[in-house]
């Protein structure tokens, strides 16, 4: 929602379409490398998830099942893939950083990763469990529309004081021009982080303080058509 302002209306995404999405989308969250077609049996998953030997053991399916949107099945499979890319149960801040990494090679995401590993960091405690990424992503790919908004404000707002100030926003955007690196098409000039700001607070900044309050943030979003048809697309991920 906050790198390009243009959507297009149109049939809803067909099932190759889906797969491609959902693929792409996945691969750019640390620990979630899916595979579409696991050969792994059931049972064999369900009882690695209550009987493996890790130094952070997870609540039982039922109570992650409670507390988010995914079934049995899919926490199954996206537990399995934590634990290959996290197999202590707890993933830190370097490690999520040098995961993302991986999905950009030719921009810097550490700063942008950073941002997220806070937004996934429930607890602030320094490590995100498969408890605390899957409520995230739960809330991204299966919450309300405004659920996801309420979350990618928070997102914004750095130091959680409720409002979002220009230097909050500059250092996002700043995070995201320096992942997608100085090699895209076309070339993006060093000035874009600030202009998107500005155009961000001409859009959302309503009685002009100088800040983006949640309120402010909601309204804006909601009759953004663009930043709408964004957050549908996400129904198709899983």
């Keep these: 929602m906050n790198q390009r ?3 297009r209306k149109g049939n809803p995404p067909s099932g190759q379409s889906k797969k491609n999405m959902k693929q792409r989308f996945l691969k750019l969250l640390p620990c979630c490398h ?11 998953i369900e009882e690695d998830f209550e009987l493996a030997t890790v130094c952070y053991r997870p609540d039982s399916l ?60 429930r607890h602030k405690n320094g490590a995100v469990s498969f408890e605390d990424f899957v409520v995230g992503l739960s809330i991204i790919l299966r919450g309300t529309v405004t659920d996801r908004l309420c979350w990618a404000f928070s997102l914004y707002d750095l130091n959680k004081d409720g409002c979002i100030t220009k230097e909050e926003m500059n250092d996002i955007m700043k995070s995201i021009y320096d992942m997608m690196g100085k090699y895209t098409c076309p070339c993006m000039k060093d000035s874009a982080p600030r202009e998107h ?36 697309m996400l129904d198709h991920v899983i």
């Design 5 to 7: 302002s243009k959507g």
């Design 34 to 44: 899916v595979d579409s077609t696991p050969t792994v049996r059931q049972n064999s």
């Design 62 to 121: 039922e109570k992650i099942m409670e507390r988010t949107k995914f079934t049995k099945t899919e926490l199954q499979i996206l537990y399995r893939s934590f634990k290959n890319e996290c197999p202590t149960g707890l993933v830190n801040e370097e490690t999520f950083k040098l995961i993302y990494s991986h999905f950009f090679p030719h921009g810097d995401s550490s700063a942008y990763a950073h941002f997220l590993f806070e937004a996934f960091d």
């Design 197 to 232: 700001v500005e155009s961000f607070f001409q859009k959302m900044d309503h009685n002009n303080d100088g800040v983006v309050t949640m309120q402010e943030f909601l309204e804006s979003c909601q009759k953004d058509e663009a930043i709408m048809e964004s957050m549908q």
